[in-house]
């Protein structure tokens, strides 16, 4: 996957592990189970609403509090193809690419796109478009090795691909 496109549901900071994928959930490894929980204490809608391809996008410390894999994998098992946001925890981070999900930074873009905007952004060079708005944002484009791990959908495939 070189790009993604979808529309925006859109967060504010401090967005943490215990919003994205509530305590209670942590009893499963079932990733449909687990994204049919994603989100559910900070936007009931969310899992009804979402399509597969859609984007979030957040301000700063998206991923913040525990280390649990289990937030990243129930995003992207949701159906979200990429999170955008101001900055990322940095544990969130890892497991984010660990697990296949792509982020990207860009803190313009996490401040002035919208929520339902239709955006699409490209791996390779980390451009975002807001396709509703027409601007154009420069987030990190993914460097060429965790690109691999992307494409791979995670760290264990790409290890095995080798």
Avoid: W
């Avoid at 900070?42 to 301000?59: E, L, T």
């Avoid at 239709?118 to 690109?147: L, N, W």
């Amino acid at each position: 996957m070189k790009e993604a496109r979808g529309t925006v549901f859109k967060f504010g900071d401090n967005v943490d592990t215990d919003v994205i994928i509530p305590a209670r959930y942590l009893n499963t490894t079932d990733h449909a189970e687990l994204a049919a929980h994603c989100m559910e204490d900070i936007d009931k809608s969310f899992i009804k609403n979402v399509k597969k391809g859609d984007i979030i996008v957040a301000n700063k410390n998206f991923g913040c509090g525990s280390s649990r894999e289990h937030a990243p994998i129930a995003i992207k098992a949701a159906g979200v193809s990429c999170v955008i946001a101001e900055t990322f925890a940095r544990i969130f981070y890892r497991n984010s690419i660990n697990i296949g999900l792509p982020i990207v930074e860009c803190e313009e873009a996490a401040k002035e796109i919208n929520a339902g905007d239709i955006v699409k952004i490209d791996f390779d060079t980390g451009v975002i478009v807001d396709e509703t708005t027409g601007k154009y944002y420069q987030g990190q484009a993914f460097p060429p090795f965790m690109q691999k791990i992307i494409d791979c959908e995670g760290l264990v495939n790409y290890i095995n691909a080798k």
